[in-house]
């Protein structure tokens, strides 16, 4: 993969956008509920099934109205959160099938 100084200026976009919408989204989640989010599916990243550091991220994106509630939440890598961008992917329900 490429990593250029347009990307990496993207990723901080992204992130800052991120960060100011996550203060106006509705509800909320604490460490335990996130780690308890994680540890139910095995602490794998659900699109990849690696063991990568595990971003949150939001089912249904906070730019389509979804919350900051756990159950909106599922464990991605950081490659495949931004791969997933603000599509609205349910990877939860097939992590589950195999379990
Ligand atoms: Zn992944």
Redesign the pocket.
């Known amino acids: 993969m490429v990593v250029g100084k347009s990307d990496t200026d993207t990723r901080r976009a992204s992130r800052q956008l991120h960060r100011a919408r996550r203060a106006a989204a509705p509800g909320s989640f604490t460490a335990e509920e996130w780690k308890a989010v994680r540890e139910r599916y095995g602490a794998v990243?659900?699109?990849?099934?690696?063991a990568?550091p595990l971003t949150v991220d939001h089912v249904i994106p906070l730019s389509k109205g979804g919350t900051n509630d756990a159950d909106n939440l599922q464990p991605?890598?950081l490659?495949?959160?931004v791969k997933k961008g603000t599509r609205t992917l349910d990877y939860r329900l097939a992590a589950l099938a195999v379990l």
């Open positions: 990243c659900l699109r990849c099934k690696q990568a991605l890598c490659p495949c959160n």
